[in-house]
């Protein structure tokens, strides 16, 4: 999944620099059909771009548990933790949803 998501990042990427460029904005027809690219794509890559910033999020909640020595401080990470799996399993099949073909 992964991969594929890394992929239509580079896409995305790819698009932008193609709108970007003053020959095809004089085409309006070529622009019209990348700009409908563009959009469909880029539900998805804002989603991953939130999924990966949630990831690190995790992590470092993860980190502090095992690092903190405040136990107040480690039941808070623990309920942040909680938290913040719950919305990446959410993310996670939103995003299986947005790769299945249309």
């Given at each position: 999944m992964i991969d594929k998501l890394n992929s239509i990042v580079a896409k995305c990427a790819e698009l932008e620099k193609k709108i970007a460029d003053p020959d095809t904005i004089k085409d309006r027809d070529r622009y019209k059909k990348i700009m409908q690219e563009y959009s469909h794509i880029k539900e998805t890559t804002d989603l991953y771009e939130q999924y990966k910033i949630l990831l690190n999020e995790i992590e470092d909640a993860k980190t502090l548990i095992e690092e903190e020595d405040?136990?107040?401080?480690?039941?808070?990470?623990?309920?942040?933790?909680?938290?913040?799996e719950d919305k990446s399993e959410k993310m996670e099949q939103k995003l299986k949803l947005l790769l299945v073909p249309k």
């Open positions: 405040d136990l107040e401080m480690r039941e808070m990470a623990k309920e942040e933790l909680s938290g913040l």
